[in-house]
């Protein structure tokens, strides 16, 4: 998967489902593929308002 936005912006990461954190940040998948190394990738959007970062992370909607 592809990271986009937020702390992880433009990491390439194993993973799958609708949901992944990365850096205690939570990243949602979208409907966005992009190439990446010879690869098709799912793009996942960073939620600024559940990371740990922003003193957010720690929410119930957030985990």
């Known amino acids: 998967m592809l ?3 937020g702390p992880g ?5 194993d993973g799958q489902g609708e949901t992944t954190v990365w850096g ?3 990243y949602e998948r979208t409907n ?3 190439e ?5 990738l799912p793009v ?4 600024p308002d559940c990371c740990e970062l922003y003193g ?4 119930d ?3």
């Open 24 to 26: 205690a940040c939570l």
């Open 44 to 47: 996942y959007r960073h939620r």
């Open 9 to 13: 912006d433009g990491k390439v990461v």
């Open 36 to 40: 990446r190394h010879g690869r098709t």
């Open 32 to 34: 966005d593929r992009e």
């Open 61 to 63: 909607r957030c985990e």
């Open 56 to 59: 957010r992370g720690a929410e």
């Open 3 to 5: 990271l986009r936005d």
